[in-house]
């Protein structure tokens, strides 16, 4: 069966002027994520894997090329637009947790939930059974300083989460945390992403994160070396 | 999590920086409190002494009198006009002046003499209570004279002591007679203080020979009103077309400029004041978007738009400038309220009083707390503090996520 295809990538160039010298950091890349991927982009540093999530993310955009999330294609969109793509369809997790310190787990994870104003009542169920779901129902009115790193990289995940948006773009999750915790973290990830179907895709030099991912595409100098089912 | 409480939280964060911004702009509010209330007291206590103890709001003369002002210059319909002016709702009161020579043992000096009448005088000024010592007029005591406090000091008399008055009477004949000094003023301006004689009006007419008419009537409203001085000026113009009619402003146009000057000096203190309490506003917010640019580009990348952050960054801003303005009050209204009181006594530095164009003003300084001297610092306060963030708050809301993300 065909699955629906969340992201596509059309030949998409990033090009930085440094000073005189033009670096390309993605070189006309084709890519496609379908509905229910646990995909993980992977390579040595400079490879482009970030400019790439960046951009798919609505973060960046491309020297040249589309990129279409959901059908829709980017180019062209404006900032209000583009704001609202990653507000309801865009979930992130990034390697410094960045979680907003001045607010609780609970609050936190019910962030974009407000931000798109979906009532209280509503956001505090699905809040609730989100942070149930990643273990943390018990700190939810601890702030970010008060939990351990891989306690505030679930908050970050539960955020991502709970939106129930269409891909969750992770870079590095697993880079700040210890191994047990990473272990936990990947586990947790695979779960959502088995029982409730929701899309990951990694950006990572990490190798447990490789292991558990089930399509791994590597790139290199900023173009797909290889692209292949996970072993 | 609503944007209040975020905000609230977020001046929590940096509670040291907070709490400096708040103190330097509490402190800077309540000086200006403070100093626009000592403001308003001078212009109150200005007002008081040279509308209220001499000039009165309007006053009425013969065309040519304040050019020349001529003993036959003579208002002669005066109370067909002062029952005109009751009737429009004013006090009104009657003078008479004329230039003469007092002399006291070897001494003597010019003086202008003014006939009073003591009934009527008190309605439009306060000036039989500006008596330093002595008493006032006394229609029971027709030689009984009043005299400034400069005047004494140059002829060299105190209470009860006698002055020759000689002068040219409205006959042509030489006026002259002997007076007993009853009373000396406070100071109320250089003319008054330096040359002020003051009789009741029959002695007056009875030294000059003037039978009738006045040189002047002074007019006040008899009750609170609405109207401006210069509607006030108007109206009694149209009731009596045949007399100059002017107000205070037009016949003391120094002191009308020293009073607008001191109000718009008010305006450019305030605006200097809070031009340096703007710096560090905008100095602390500044501090406050680059310390927290990393978390903009994360809550951006989630998806908030950038009037929120806009928002935040405001509300951060005026809650401050709220508690300022609170610590401000607290601060400044005990002292203003106790210096309406116990004024600031500026006398080692003028011991009777300072006169600047005439004018004398009070060594002591009172405060007057009025809506005006607490409502402008803070407006003025809210409005640089609002022009203080807009760059901040701009900076922030417009900020690009992935280099806010990305920033070192």
């Avoid at chain 1, 939990?147 to 955020?159: K, T």
């Avoid at chain 2, 929590?12 to 911004?21: D, F, K």
């Avoid at chain 2, 229609?139 to 020759?164: S, Y």
């Amino acid at each position: 069966m065909n699955r629906k295809s969340i992201v596509e990538l059309n030949q998409i160039c990033k090009i930085y002027q440094q000073g005189k010298l033009q670096v390309t950091a993605v070189d006309c890349l084709s890519l496609q994520i379908a509905q229910g991927e646990f995909s993980a982009l992977y390579g040595p540093s400079g490879s482009g894997k970030t400019t790439v999530l960046n951009m798919i993310g609505a973060l960046d955009e491309p020297s040249s090329g589309d990129v279409i999330i959901e059908g829709k294609t980017l180019a062209g969109m404006d900032r209000t637009a583009l704001s609202r793509l990653r507000r309801d369809r865009i979930g992130f997790v990034f390697q410094a947790y960045n979680l907003v310190p001045v607010l609780t787990a609970y609050e936190n994870a019910e962030f974009v939930l407000a931000l798109q104003g979906v009532p209280i009542r509503e956001r505090r169920q699905r809040v609730m059974s989100i942070l149930e779901e990643v273990g943390l129902a018990d700190l939810a009115d601890r702030r970010p300083d008060e939990l351990s790193g891989g306690q505030q990289q679930r908050v970050a995940i539960a955020r991502a989460i709970a939106p129930e948006p269409a891909i969750i773009l992770a870079d590095e999750p697993t880079a700040n945390v210890d191994s047990a915790t990473a272990n936990g973290l990947l586990d947790l990830m695979e779960n959502l992403n088995s029982n409730k179907g929701v899309t990951f895709l990694f950006s990572t030099h990490d190798q447990r994160v490789m292991d558990r991912a089930r399509r791994l595409i590597e790139l290199k100098d900023g173009k797909i070396a290889s692209d292949g089912v996970s072993p | 999590m609503n944007l209040f409480s975020y905000a609230a939280r977020n001046l929590r964060r940096s509670g040291q920086r907070t709490c400096i911004m708040i103190g330097a702009m509490g402190f800077a509010g309540a000086i200006m409190i403070f100093y626009a209330a000592l403001l308003e007291g001078f212009i109150m206590t200005t007002e008081k002494n040279a509308i209220g103890m001499e000039t009165g709001q309007v006053q009425i003369h013969v065309h040519t009198y304040l050019d020349d002002p001529d003993i036959y210059s003579q208002i002669t319909s005066q109370d067909e006009a002062m029952a005109k002016l009751n009737r429009l709702g004013y006090h009104s009161a009657p003078r008479l002046f004329a230039f003469g020579l007092a002399a006291a043992g070897s001494s003597s000096s010019g003086v202008m003499l003014r006939g009073v009448d003591t009934e009527r005088e008190p309605l439009v000024t306060g000036i039989h209570q500006h008596v330093k010592s002595g008493n006032w007029l006394d229609r029971n005591d027709p030689t009984g004279v009043v005299i400034g406090q400069k005047l004494a000091r140059i002829i060299g008399v105190g209470l009860g002591d006698e002055i020759v008055i000689v002068g040219q009477a409205a006959d042509g004949s030489m006026a002259n007679d002997l007076y007993r000094v009853r009373g000396i003023m406070k100071s109320v301006g250089e003319g008054i203080d330096r040359a002020g004689f003051f009789m009741i009006q029959e002695t007056f007419r009875s030294l000059f020979l003037l039978d009738e008419g006045c040189h002047e009537i002074v007019v006040v409203p008899s009750k609170n009103t609405t109207k401006s001085l210069d509607e006030m000026t108007a109206e009694i113009r149209a009731a009596i077309p045949q007399y100059e009619v002017k107000n205070w402003r037009q016949l003391r146009p120094v002191l009308a400029r020293i009073i607008d000057m001191t109000s718009a000096s008010l305006v450019v203190m305030l605006i200097v004041t809070y031009a340096a309490v703007g710096i560090l506003t905008l100095n602390g917010m500044l501090m406050n978007v680059f310390e927290r640019i990393r978390e903009f580009g994360i809550i951006k990348a989630l998806g908030m738009p950038p009037w929120k952050i806009f928002t935040i960054i405001s509300l951060e801003a005026i809650m401050q400038v709220s508690i300022a303005s609170i610590l401000a009050l607290f601060l400044a209204i005990p002292l203003s309220l106790y210096c309406e009181i116990h004024p600031l006594n500026l006398s080692s530095l003028a011991p009777d009083s300072a006169t600047i164009a005439g004018i004398a003003f009070d060594p002591l300084w009172y405060c007057d707390l009025t809506s005006n001297s607490i409502l402008l610092p803070l407006f003025f306060m809210f409005l640089f503090t609002v022009l203080a963030i807009l760059y901040p708050a701009l900076k922030a809301s417009l900020i690009q996520p992935l280099k806010a993300i990305y920033h070192r």
